[in-house]
């Protein structure tokens, strides 16, 4: 393959050796490539198969050694994330205690916090929620209104947080909240024990009939002055941090929009709609599939997460997938309206729309090319 011939020696053999351990590992039964965020039946299984990467070094790759992580290159992480995708099989239990919580924690925990949380996290016993957007605060997230008010023995929480990924299957919700009405450094963040008294959870079912996002409310929740990460009025800093891991492995997606495309032309074949201009449309995609996965090539040999081809990934991959799901439409037929259970492209039309909002929308990924890539003027605020 082209972009195979561009790789180093040592990143096949990262590929081969990830490969091998893939295809010899155990499944547990109903296992699924669920992604990022399993449902509440996803949770078992991805439990077992969690453990069994942790076992092996498979997990936390991108922490520190000291803390049980691999100390992983970029490229090795990126590949491993690919070879999940072409194997079918999901990555973690659930992303955000690995990608955003376990992170956090490393560069602004307490010794105490450290060695409470990280190792659960590392083999897979805790499962971690971002408690970040709420009703009135996405996009412009320094809007949080969520506040905790300081206590005799800690803080109480009340307010209320919206897509909050895995938090009906969640231990621990990684929250950020006003403590202060500076609108940066007022926001402080806190880690919250979802069994606490006061919270709860109202999950949300998603238009693939699927329920992976929740309502979470916080009415008068007390935690303790040890739930506290970092300082008070750090919370804005903590949060841009945490933005920007999930880049690393979007590449990767690739893999799974190229089986797609795949399935989307035999498709059209089988419905017999397969004309120039559908053929045009469909080359068009595949073309931009192979930029795509170039462009995230370019990034991993950068091997910086800050680097442009990294910034341009999150859009490139959110609106190709997009694209990718609009396409099932076209090549269905009256096939369009089956399950989403039982047909992947329909599953794909569905859920492929939520790619250009989640983890910052293709608009506020626009914004931040245009000001912090290309130098261009900041947008009026
Ligand atoms: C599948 C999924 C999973 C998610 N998981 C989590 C989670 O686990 N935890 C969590 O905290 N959040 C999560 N989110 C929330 C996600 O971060 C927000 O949906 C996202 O940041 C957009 O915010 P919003 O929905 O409030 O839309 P808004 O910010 O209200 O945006 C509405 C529209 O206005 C546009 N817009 C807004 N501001 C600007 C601007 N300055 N310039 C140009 N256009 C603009 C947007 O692009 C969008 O089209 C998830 C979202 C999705 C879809």
Known sequence: MPVATRRTEDVAAIRSQIRAFLENAPRPSGLRDYGPTPTAADVAPGRVWHKYLAEHGYVCLHWPAEYGGADASVAFQA???EECARAGVPRQLAITAIDLA???LIKFGTDEQKSRYLERIRVGDDIWTQLFSEPGAGSDLASVRTKAEKTATGWRISGQKVWSSAANSADYGLLLARTDADRHRGLSMFVIPMASPGVSVRPLTQMDGES?????FLDGVEVGDDALIG???QGWAIAIMTLGRERLTLGSQAVAMFRLHERMVEAAREHDLLDPVLARSMTKLWTRMWLL???WQRAIDAGDT?????????LMTSETDRDLGDMATEVLGTDACADPADNELVHHMLVGRAQTILGGTSEIQ???LGERVLGLPKEPR
């Open 79 to 81: 590949i491993f994330a």
């Open 102 to 104: 376990g992170p956090v």
């Open 212 to 216: 992976k996002f929740n309502e979470v």
């Open 231 to 233: 300082e008070v009025g």
């Open 293 to 295: 996965r170039y462009t």
């Open 306 to 314: 800050s680097s442009a081809a990294f910034s341009v990934l999150k």
């Open 366 to 368: 626009r914004n931040i």
